[in-house]
């Protein structure tokens, strides 16, 4: 089977089946998270696209449609079609997901407990579909906010996909942050639910003395191609009217 490559990952083949509309949107979205269209920039029309890629105004049109679909893009009427900053609090607000009563996101500082570079454990390898020699960043933090820890966070990240993540400061970062860094294009995300006691080393972190009943939010976030990015334990106390809403569109 012969298939040629453009650099941007737009391939042609008389025998590839992915349309090419998804072969264009993945074009698309290679240049965003190498940096090659950068965030806030404006990217070429539709005809040049169209022209550069070698199909149809129609099959560029869609694959724009699907990528700002993802929030990859914005279409601004009569300015143009702009790259969006994935780092920025309206996009990665939808991985970060306590919020009041009222419906507002909490925020708060970050306090890092530990970080290192580890091989991979087995159910960092289910999660991240690694193989048992693979390397990961194990971060473990707690969230602040009006002074009291709410939250203990263990994450677990491949250290393939963010190999610079070292510091203190790097692993109190949100993940889009570290994304847009190291060039990976994030997509959906999985959250599994449990509510439980919490062990005694958890309730020290959150600087509880007894053990109280926690939330626990179990959640994998995958990158645009659908390879697990980070998996993410968060023990959260349930109190003064805090809830969990679920936004991973």
């Given at each position: 089977m012969h298939m040629q490559n453009n650099g941007d990952g737009l391939h042609t083949s008389r025998f590839l089946t992915r349309p090419l509309y998804l072969q264009a949107r993945d074009a698309i979205a290679h240049r965003i998270a190498t940096g090659t269209w950068k965030p806030h920039a404006a990217i070429p029309n539709e005809s040049e696209l169209a022209r550069e890629f070698g199909v149809s105004a129609g099959t560029i049109r869609k694959a724009l449609d699907l990528a700002e679909a993802e929030r990859l893009l914005t279409r601004r009427q009569g300015r143009g079609t702009f790259v969006n900053d994935q780092s920025a609090a309206e996009h990665a607000a939808r991985y970060t997901n306590i919020r009041?009563?009222?419906?507002?996101?909490?925020?708060?500082?970050?306090?890092v407990l530990s970080v290192l570079e580890t091989t991979v454990s087995e159910k960092e390898s289910r999660r991240l579909r690694l193989r048992p020699h693979e390397r990961v960043h194990r971060i473990r933090r707690v969230r602040i906010t009006g002074g009291k820890p709410y939250m203990l966070e263990d994450v677990a990240m491949p250290t393939k996909?963010?190999?610079g993540v070292a510091s203190h400061d790097d692993a109190s970062q949100q993940l889009t942050v570290l994304a847009q860094?190291?060039?990976?294009?994030l997509g959906r995300g999985e959250e599994w639910l449990t509510i439980g006691p919490a062990a005694p080393d958890v309730a020290a972190a959150l600087h509880v003395a007894a053990e109280p009943m926690?939330?626990?939010l179990d959640r994998v976030i995958y990158t645009h191609d659908g390879r697990p990015a980070e998996w993410r334990l968060a023990q959260c106390l349930m109190e003064d009217g805090r809830y969990y809403r679920a936004n991973f569109r």
């Open positions: 009041n009563r009222e419906g507002e996101r909490l925020s708060g500082d970050v306090e996909l963010f190999p860094r190291f060039c990976v294009l926690l939330l626990r």
